[in-house]
């Protein structure tokens, strides 16, 4: 049963840095796009960053670009998202998700989020003084 757990979200000033953790279990690796959603409450889930497992090719949208980096250790089975310069408008709770890798990273990060097959849990964060 292939799952996803993330970790690290929590309360941080304005300016500060969070790093969250997507573990991933029975997934097959090599066609693999792992993607940080975030989601605020009556809203659409919004792409943040997205890495292609297999070469590592990620995609960053305007709203973070330059602040946050995505990686992935495949040796873990598990996929980063750094956070820096943070922002109150970064609160949010933030989900990543799986899905079998078709296209581009960048495309695969702006379809509708219905297309992902597999969410974890979701992890707030929260940026205030």
């Known amino acids: 049963q292939s799952q996803l757990v993330e970790s690290g979200g929590g309360l941080v000033q304005p300016g500060g840095s969070l790093n969250l953790s997507c573990a991933t279990s029975g997934f097959a690796l090599d066609k693999l796009i792992i993607g940080w959603f975030r989601q605020a409450p009556g809203k659409e889930p919004e792409g943040v960053s997205c890495?292609?497992?297999?070469?590592?090719?990620?995609y960053y949208s305007n709203a973070v670009k330059g602040r946050f980096s995505i990686s992935r250790d495949t040796a873990k089975n598990t996929a980063y998202l750094q956070m820096s310069s943070l922002k109150p408008e970064d609160t949010d709770v933030y989900y990543c998700g799986a899905v079998t890798s078709w296209s581009t990273v960048e495309v695969m990060c702006n379809m509708p989020k219905y297309e992902y097959e597999h969410w974890g849990q979701g992890t707030q964060v929260t940026v205030s003084a």
């Open positions: 890495i292609d497992v297999n070469n590592g090719n990620t």
